[in-house]
């Protein structure tokens, strides 16, 4: 069974810092791309980043500079950096899986999604 499971996520005033996390299994890992997607109440799907499965990362204009991913293979699991974060990034935080990193052109598009963690940005 495949399981993403995204972590790290809460209730951070603006400007804080937060470590998104992602624990996968039940596949391949090193095969394939992971990314994050994030949702926001009312609005929809928005690609965040994403990982290819040889380390080339990909990551949204207007997040450039605050949104780091990185990975590791032998622990499985990709995180999410979020430095200075705004009100504007409160979201649901999902992770997904896929053999391409279509997180920025077509999120749908991505084969595996967790559950996502939600991170509220608010003072």
């Known amino acids: 069974e495949v399981q993403l499971q995204a972590s790290g996520g809460g209730l951070v005033q603006p400007g804080d810092s937060l470590r998104l996390s992602c624990a996968a299994s039940g596949f391949t890992f090193h095969d394939y791309a992971i990314g994050w997607i994030r949702q926001a109440p009312g609005k929809e799907r928005e690609g965040v980043s994403c990982?290819?499965?040889?380390?080339?990362?990909y990551t949204a204009e207007s997040m450039k500079g605050r949104f780091t991913i990185s990975r590791d293979n032998a622990k499985n699991t990709v995180d999410l950096q979020i430095l200075t974060l705004k009100p504007e990034d409160t979201a649901v935080y999902y992770c997904v899986a896929g053999l391409v990193c279509s997180v920025l052109t077509n999120p749908s598009a991505m084969d595996y999604w967790g559950k996502g963690t939600q991170v509220t940005v608010s003072s």
């Open positions: 990982i290819s499965d040889k380390g080339y990362s």
